[in-house]
C-alpha cells in the first residue's frame, strides 16, 4: 500500500488541532462555563482550559468521515462490528470525562461509566478472546476469562493515562509515541492504521499547545478518550489476542508510568488515602522539587520513553520472540534511572514502607474525616471569619501547635502555648496566594531519641500524631487541600484574592431559626472571637484523635 494516505491523515488530523485549539481558547477565555473549580494539586497561578479533549475529539470524529469518503478501500479491510463500536465508545469515554471536566462527578462514578463502556464494547464481540502462547504454536480459548481481561485491560489503560496526565506535556508526548508505535503495528497487521496515525498528527499538534507552559491541558475528557482508544486498537492489532506481541509492545512504552502508577495506588492503599486521589509524590513531582524545571522533566521523561518505545518496536518485529531479551533490558534501566535519580532507597525499602503506613493509617483516616467536615463547612459559612475558626478547631483535634494565615487584607495566627519545644513547620502556598498562605507548627517529639527516653520526658499525656514527621508532611497536606476545598465552596467561582471581610453569597439554610446558636457544638470557637483567646481556654486539655 502508498503511504500517502497514512501522511493525509497525519496532516489532517494535525491541521485540524491547529484550527480548533485556538478557537477553544478564545471562547474558553470568554466565558467562565467551562472554568472548572481550582484543584489543590494544580500548581499554575492561573486557571488554564481543560478542554484539550475536546480538539482531539473533533479530529477523530473529522477523520472517520475523511477515511470513509476518500479511502473507502482501506476501511473495508476492516471487521463491520469494530468502525462503529470504536467511534461510538471512543466518543463515549470521552463525554464521561468531559463531563467530569465541567461538574466533578467522583471516582465512584467514572468507574462505573468506564466499566458500562467496557462491557458494551464486550458485548460488541471486541475483545482479547484468545492468548497465544510465546514460542509455541499452541492458542488458549479464554471464554469468560477473555471479557474479564478486556474489561481490567481498557479500563486500566483509560485510567493510566489519566493518572500521569500531572505535567504538562507529559501524558500527550507519551500517547504520541504510542499512537505512533500502534500505527505501525496496525499497518503490519491491517487494521486503523489511517485513523490511529491522524491521531498521532493531532497529538503533535496538540503538544505545541500543551508543552510546558501549557495553554491547555488534556483534561479528564482528553486522557480518557487517548487511554481508551490505545487499549481498544491495541486489542484489534493483536487479533482478539492471538497475536501477543501487539499487546506487549505497548506495554514497554507505558513501563515508568505503570511502575509509577503501581507505587502510587500501593501508598494511598496503605496509608488509608483513596486510591484515586491526586498526590504530589509521582516521579516528574519528585523532580520538580528538586529544582528541575518543567520542561527539563518532560524532556527526561521523553527520552526514557523513547528508549522503551524502541524496545516496543522490536517486541512486535519479533513477533515475541525478543521479549524475554527485552524485558532484562527493561529492568535493567529502571534500576539505572532509580539509582540515578536517588529513587532506589525509596522504591525498595518495601518493609519499612508497609511498617509506618499501617501505622498512620488511622491518623491519617481521622484527618480525611476532619478535612470532609472542613470542605462542607466552606458551603454553609458566611464570612471566612467563621470558616478561619473551623480551621483553627481541625488544627488543635489532629494536634498541631501553631496555624498562621495570611489572605490580601492580613494576617491571623493562633498558638498554643508549648514553651520550648522543638516544633517543625511547613508553609503552604495556596493557588499563588489567591486563597492565602498557610504556615502549620507542630511540636516534634522524640526527634533522634530514643523511644523510652522520649516517652519519660514527653510532658504532655497524649502526643499528637503530627508529632512523627511523615504524618506531619501527610496531614500538612490534607490540611492546606481542606482548606483549598473549603474556600472552593465559600467563593463559588470567584476569582478576587481571598480577604478575611469576605463573605458569602450563600442562601440562609432553610433550617436556621432561633434556638441554632443554642444547639452549636461547645468545642467549635465562636465567629469573632480572637483564636488566641480561644486557645487559652483549651491549651491543657489533652487532644484526642
Not at 510546558?212 to 475528557?221: M, T, V
Request: aromatic residues 10%; charged residues 15%; glycine residues 10%.
Amino acid at each position: 500500500m502508498s503511504y500517502w494516505p497514512i501522511i493525509s491523515c497525519g496532516l489532517l488530523g494535525m491541521g485540524i488541532v491547529f484550527l480548533v485549539v485556538p478557537l477553544v481558547l478564545k471562547f474558553a477565555a470568554a466565558t467562565n462555563l467551562f472554568r472548572r473549580g481550582q484543584d489543590f494539586h494544580h500548581t499554575h497561578q492561573k486557571p488554564i482550559p481543560r478542554l484539550g479533549g475536546l480538539a482531539l475529539a473533533v479530529a477523530f470524529v473529522s477523520l472517520e468521515v475523511f477515511i470513509a469518503a476518500v479511502f473507502p478501500e482501506q476501511r473495508a479491510n476492516i471487521p463491520g462490528t469494530g468502525k462503529p463500536v470504536v467511534l461510538v465508545s471512543s466518543l463515549a469515554m470521552f463525554v464521561l470525562g468531559f463531563w467530569d471536566d465541567l461538574k466533578p462527578l467522583g471516582a465512584k462514578r467514572k468507574l462505573a461509566g468506564q466499566i458500562v463502556i467496557a462491557v458494551a464494547v464486550c458485548a460488541c464481540g471486541i475483545g482479547i478472546q484468545q492468548f497465544k502462547i510465546p514460542f509455541a504454536a499452541r492458542i488458549i480459548d479464554l471464554g469468560n476469562w477473555g471479557i474479564l481481561i478486556t474489561l481490567l485491560w481498557l479500563v486500566g489503560m483509560t485510567n493510566l493515562i489519566n493518572l500521569i496526565d500531572g505535567a504538562d506535556g507529559l501524558a500527550g508526548g507519551i500517547c504520541l509515541m504510542l499512537m505512533a508505535l500502534l500505527a505501525y503495528v496496525g499497518h503490519e497487521s491491517g487494521s486503523f492504521e489511517l485513523v490511529v496515525s491522524g491521531m498521532a498528527g493531532a497529538l503533535l499538534a496538540f503538544l505545541w499547545f500543551n508543552f510546558p507552559p501549557a495553554r491547555i491541558y488534556l483534561g479528564d475528557g482528553g486522557a480518557y478518550f487517548l487511554g481508551f482508544q490505545i487499549g481498544l486498537f491495541a486489542i484489534l492489532s493483536s487479533h482478539k489476542g492471538t497475536v501477543f506481541a501487539a499487546l506487549v509492545a505497548p506495554l514497554f512504552v507505558l513501563a515508568l508510568p505503570i511502575i509509577d502508577t503501581a507505587l502510587a495506588i500501593l501508598r494511598r492503599g496503605l496509608r488509608g488515602l483513596p486510591i484515586f486521589r491526586p498526590d504530589r509524590r509521582h516521579i516528574h513531582h519528585h523532580l520538580l522539587d528538586s529544582g528541575l524545571s518543567r520542561r527539563r522533566v518532560v524532556l527526561y521523561f521523553y527520552a526514557v520513553t523513547l528508549v522503551f518505545l524502541a524496545m516496543g518496536f522490536a517486541a512486535f518485529w519479533s513477533r515475541g520472540h525478543l521479549i524475554p531479551v527485552l524485558l532484562g533490558l527493561a529492568t535493567l534501566l529502571l534500576l539505572l534511572c532509580a539509582g540515578k535519580l536517588h529513587f532506589s532507597r525509596h522504591w525498595f525499602a518495601v518493609g519499612r514502607v508497609v511498617g509506618d503506613s499501617l501505622e498512620m493509617r488511622q491518623e491519617i483516616q481521622y484527618a480525611l474525616a476532619l478535612m470532609r467536615w472542613l470542605a462542607l463547612e466552606g458551603g454553609r459559612r458566611h464570612s471566612v471569619e467563621e470558616l478561619w475558626s473551623d480551621l483553627i478547631f481541625a488544627a488543635q483535634r489532629l494536634g498541631y501547635s501553631s496555624v498562621k494565615l495570611t489572605l490580601a487584607d492580613g494576617q491571623k495566627a493562633w498558638e498554643e502555648t508549648n514553651g520550648s519545644q522543638a516544633a517543625r513547620a511547613v508553609v503552604q502556598v495556596l493557588h499563588g496566594g489567591n486563597f492565602g498562605t498557610l504556615e502549620l507548627k507542630a511540636p516534634a517529639c522524640g526527634d533522634g531519641m530514643d523511644p523510652a527516653q522520649w516517652e519519660q520526658e514527653c510532658e504532655k499525656p497524649f502526643c499528637p500524631c503530627v508529632s512523627d514527621a511523615k504524618v506531619f508532611e501527610i496531614v500538612s497536606e490534607l490540611m492546606a487541600e481542606g482548606w483549598v476545598n473549603a474556600v472552593s465552596k465559600f467563593k463559588k467561582g470567584v476569582d478576587t484574592p481571598l480577604s478575611f471581610d469576605a463573605k458569602s453569597a450563600a442562601p440562609k439554610r432553610r433550617m436556621q431559626n432561633r434556638s441554632a446558636n443554642h444547639v452549636a457544638p461547645a468545642s467549635l470557637p465562636e465567629t469573632g472571637r480572637k483564636p488566641d483567646t480561644y486557645a487559652e481556654g483549651h491549651a491543657n486539655r489533652p487532644i484526642s484523635g
